[in-house]
């Protein structure tokens, strides 16, 4: 077994808004092994971004605040950094691809001033060097011409283009952690293919782990080691990506699964999960996916189900697999 | 005919700066969207497809009028777009929505969802009164799968996702004719997508919507389009019926495209990359296809001759020598 390098336990995190407060995350646990990529898909609005923000300490605060638990990397808890050893561990140890690239990359300096800057304040290479790295990380992610690229500002790239910039920034200093918040969403399938041969490159090279959020299940089968399944601020599933795939065990997870929409036929509609996405502000009591579940029992209504092993190394939150 | 392009072009001046002239510097051309033509007859869905950095989303900004072309015409409903005057054009905004392909910086952040999504109804008289535009809006957040909690709260208070169905909301709050979507469902989990997926086809049956569809998911592309065009650094290389295309594509950049696709299960083959090389690039490219260098099927003649996009039957397309 590898050694762990990320380890969540029950982190919770709140939001204080003016109509009262918004649990983003709740209780969720989960860890990373030096060399594994971990996906963590679901429900839009889950929890997946505020979980990644809170492992690099980024949660706005006010509002925001982790109420509960520990965020261990490589033995040390996070939450209890300073504010001068975070930004010495960000970006050269665990570096970010964010969401929305516009929210990270500054539209008044150019890509290459963006890029460099990372790389000399973390690796205290030169003006000329730090631009010739550059250079090679743009054509490593498949900017064409780099050379006639690299100064032009984030505006004049595509949304795509924007993407590879922040990947190229997070990767820049070899980190030994990476968190990426889909950071495939505007890519063409090609070049998305590019992109995670050079993640997967960097993982057998430099023993990179990775938090891999997305919502596109093709690239989770074929990239992730382990899957964590989020609904509404909790994580309702863990396991290897095979048994995710062949044997979901908490409904949510088979919902999920039953509303891709297929290449091979075309239909009119698809199948969505039935029922709208629950509250955040006033959630269900019980389990929180009760709603909108086929299988409901008076329990669910009632009582939280457990996280528990299910199969070994496969984790659920249903009560389906409380009986007996 | 609702919508028809022709020859619509867009070329970015690169190192046109003072600076760069300063320092000798020849300007170069990049040619993001390079002579193209497509039409989209009334109620139907055209998917736009393509590698990252094509020209879809300038093409959208062309079409909507956000940017103005280099050449080319726009023809909306048989009239000629790029001439209607500011006030018409104003009026036709309404007719008209794009949702844009980066919703974090396309919603101002100083304002709340109930006014980024009752103020355009406002601005075209939509609903009069307030209680009336709240009633609207919260049958849209609804719709897009939010809800009355969400009515008050400020764009970064939300997750991406959530940002991106409000301006699909948004987009839709007006009654358009024909909706642009860049990328309107890329930040959606499955099934929240496939709700809003119902909801475009929903709206097409019920208010004969004629849509855009710009999305990197070929699955979603051949889930919501009648039809579907495959750019390639600024041209056109196929367009067809959707079936036809994804069953039998015929350009190499469409097959590779095919090729590439993950499928949502790790018991098959991963996706193959199957274009070699590097890039084709969009400053001064060379004479001749662009995918030149990198295509399986190249000869001799590729590099010289630009092939035209030609009919091959069954309303189909594809700009290659060695079909
Ligand atoms: N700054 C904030 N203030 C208040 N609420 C917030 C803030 N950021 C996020 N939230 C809320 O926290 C919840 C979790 O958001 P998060 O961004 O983690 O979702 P996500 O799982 O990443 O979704 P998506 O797939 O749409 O990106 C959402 O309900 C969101 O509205
Ligand atoms: N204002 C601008 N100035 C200079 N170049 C630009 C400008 N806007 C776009 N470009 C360039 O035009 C080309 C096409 O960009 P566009 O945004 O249309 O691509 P796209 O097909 O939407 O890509 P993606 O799938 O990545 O979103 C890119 O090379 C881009 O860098
Ligand atoms: S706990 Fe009950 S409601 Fe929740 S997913 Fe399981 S069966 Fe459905
Ligand atoms: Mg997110
Ligand atoms: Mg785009």
Redesign the interface.
């Known amino acids: 077994m590898a050694e762990t390098v990320l380890e969540l336990d029950d982190l919770t995190v709140r939001?204080r808004?003016?109509?009262g407060d918004l649990t983003a995350v709740d209780g969720v646990s989960f860890s990373i092994a030096r060399g594994e990529t971990f996906g963590l898909?679901?429900?839009?609005?889950s929890g997946?971004?505020?979980t990644a923000r809170a492992i690099m300490r980024l949660i706005p605060d006010p509002p925001g605040e982790i109420q509960r638990g520990r965020i261990l990397f490589e033995g040390n808890n996070v939450l209890e950094r300073s504010d001068a050893e975070m930004r010495a561990l960000r970006g050269r140890h665990i570096a970010m691809v964010f969401?929305?690239?516009?929210?990270a990359l500054n539209p008044v300096f150019t890509v290459c001033e963006q890029i460099s800057d990372a790389l000399r304040t973390n690796l205290g290479v030169t003006k000329k060097e730090a631009r010739e790295r550059v250079i090679e990380l743009l054509?490593l992610v498949?900017?064409?011409?780099p050379q006639?690229r690299v100064d032009?500002y984030v505006h004049?790239?595509?949304?795509?283009?924007r993407q590879?910039v922040m990947l190229a920034m997070a990767l820049s200093c070899n980190p030994g952690f990476l968190i990426a918040d889909?950071p495939t969403?505007?890519?063409?399938?090609?070049?998305?293919?590019?992109i995670l041969?050079l993640i997967t490159s960097m993982i057998n090279r430099l023993g990179m782990s990775l938090l891999f959020i997305t919502?596109?299940?093709?690239?989770?089968?074929?990239s992730c080691d382990t899957i964590g399944v989020m609904y509404a601020s909790h994580m309702v599933e863990r396991g290897k990506?095979?048994d995710i795939?062949?044997n979901p065990q908490h409904p949510y997870t088979v919902?999920?699964?039953n509303?891709?929409?297929?290449?091979d036929t075309?239909?009119?509609?698809?199948?969505?999960?039935q029922g709208?996405?629950c509250?955040?502000?006033?959630p269900p009591a019980g389990c929180k996916f009760h709603p909108r579940c086929t299988h409901a029992m008076d329990i669910c209504r009632q009582k939280s189900p457990e996280f528990r092993e299910v199969a070994p190394g496969h984790f659920a939150a249903c009560h389906l697999h409380n009986r007996g | 005919m609702l919508l028809e392009v022709r020859g619509l072009t867009k070329h970015f001046r690169l190192n046109g700066d003072i600076y760069s002239k300063i320092a000798g510097e020849k300007t170069q051309l990049l040619k993001a969207v390079d002579g193209i033509d497509f039409h989209i007859r009334k109620g139907e869905t055209l998917g736009l497809v393509g590698e990252s950095g094509c020209g879809k989303s300038t093409t959208a900004r062309l079409v909507t009028r956000l940017i103005e072309p280099t050449a080319g015409e726009v023809r909306l409903k048989d009239e000629d777009l790029l001439a209607f005057s500011s006030k018409r054009m104003k009026e036709t905004r309404k007719d008209i929505q794009l949702v844009f392909q980066d919703p974090y910086s396309s919603l101002n952040p100083r304002k709340t969802i109930m006014h980024i999504l009752s103020r355009p109804m406002e601005i075209h008289g939509l609903a009069r009164t307030w209680a009336e535009r709240r009633e609207k809006v919260l049958d849209l957040l609804q719709r897009v799968g939010l809800s009355a909690e969400h009515i008050d709260r400020y764009p970064h208070e939300f997750s991406g996702g959530q940002r991106q169905r409000i301006a699909i909301a948004r987009a839709l709050s007006v009654d358009p004719e024909l909706v642009i979507g860049d990328e309107p469902v890329s930040a959606l989990d499955v099934s929240i997508q496939a709700q809003i997926l119902n909801l475009f086809r929903d709206l097409q049956e019920e208010f004969g919507l004629t849509y855009l569809f710009i999305a990197h998911d070929l699955s979603v592309i051949r889930h919501i389009s009648d039809r579907v065009a495959v750019m390639y650094v600024g041209k056109i290389v196929e367009t067809g019926p959707a079936a036809a295309l994804f069953e039998n594509p015929l350009h190499p950049y469409t097959k590779a495209l095919l090729a590439a696709v993950p499928e949502a299960d790790p018991g098959k083959a991963p996706p193959k990359l199957t274009l070699k090389g590097e890039v084709s690039t969009p400053i001064d490219p060379p004479p001749g296809c662009r995918l030149c260098g990198r295509c399986p099927r190249e000869t001799a003649i590729c590099a010289q001759i630009e092939p035209p996009l030609v009919d091959v039957g069954g309303d189909r397309q594809v700009a290659c020598h060695n079909l």
């Not at chain 1, 509303?259 to 290449?263: D, G, K, T």
């Open positions: 939001f808004l003016r109509r898909v679901g429900e839009s609005g997946k971004s505020v969401q929305e690239p516009m929210s054509a498949g900017i064409p011409s006639q032009s004049e790239f595509s949304g795509g283009m590879r889909e969403t505007a890519l063409d399938v090609t070049i998305q293919a590019t041969e919502h596109n299940l093709g690239v989770v089968a074929h990506t095979r795939f062949a919902g999920l699964l509303s891709i929409p297929r290449l075309q239909s009119k509609y698809l199948t969505p999960i709208s996405v509250s955040m502000m006033d």
